[in-house]
């Protein structure tokens, strides 16, 4: 016995599916953003605090040693280099969900 299909009903699954698509990919889009944006930030807090180290090296009675603000340094570069890791990975195109057979 076989099962009577409405004409269209296969267009109209094909949509459902590409609008899935769509829709899970803004939403990658958006959050792979907001991790740029964190991480954006972070950079720019350890340059903050690397400026103050130096600002601090040069006044009369500096609280911090040169051996901070070299260890200071080294972790920024650390994480410039994490951050285009980052960047590489979240600017991947990725597929959220895949069609593996569309409706016939």
């Known amino acids: 016995m076989k099962l009577k299909t409405h004409p269209r009903a296969a267009e109209i699954v094909n949509t459902l599916a590409h609008k899935y ?5 803004a939403e990658e889009t958006s959050r792979a953003n907001s991790a740029l ?17 130096r600002d601090d090296l040069a006044s009369p009675t500096p609280t911090h040693s040169a051996e901070e603000l ?7 570069s650390q994480m410039k280099d994490q951050q285009e890791e980052q960047r ?13 057979e569309l409706a016939n």
């Open 37 to 53: 944006e964190a991480l954006d930030q972070e950079l720019e807090n350890q340059g903050d605090l690397i400026q103050a180290i």
């Open 70 to 76: 070299t260890q200071e340094i080294a972790l920024l």
């Open 88 to 100: 590489v990975l979240l600017r991947k195109p990725r597929t959220p969900a895949t069609i593996s």
């Open 21 to 25: 698509i769509a829709v899970r990919s």
